[in-house]
């Protein structure tokens, strides 16, 4: 009976973390827009009001220099997110092309009190 009891509950904390992954299925992502000679502040605005569909916390960051280069890293569920977003952006007539992939967290191992040595 104790046995029972036992993989009742290891049954149930399977269940319950399978449920919390999948209810959790956001995933983070790094969008650059490089923008054409046409673009205007409109425009950017506009750009940024699309992403922010998908993650209304997001910055858009905006390289100032011409034509500009707008940056965000959003968070989202959308399925498919990347080939969406890509699509939606570069048939903007302002737009000259999409860079969209998965957020890589930068590597924070190396402090910048360290030393910099090169390989021999």
């Not at 009891?5 to 399978?18: E, F, N, P, S, Y």
């Not at 054409?36 to 009001?49: A, F, G, I, M």
């Not at 940056?71 to 000259?96: H, M, N």
């Amino acid at each position: 009976m104790m046995q029972l009891a036992i993989l009742g509950a290891l049954l149930c904390t399977v269940i319950l973390t399978a449920c919390g992954d999948s209810a959790d299925s956001t995933t983070r992502y790094e969008v650059t827009v490089n923008f054409n000679t046409s673009v205007t502040q409109d425009d950017l605005e506009k750009t940024e009001d699309i992403l922010q569909a998908y993650d209304k916390d997001l910055e858009f960051l905006i390289m100032e220099l011409f034509p500009p280069i707008g940056r965000a890293v959003l968070t989202t569920d959308e399925s498919d997110f990347c080939s969406t977003i890509e699509t939606d952006l570069e048939a903007k007539t302002y737009v000259q092309s999409v860079v969209c992939q998965k957020w890589e967290e930068p590597d924070t191992s190396l402090s910048p009190e360290e030393p910099v040595h090169s390989g021999d």
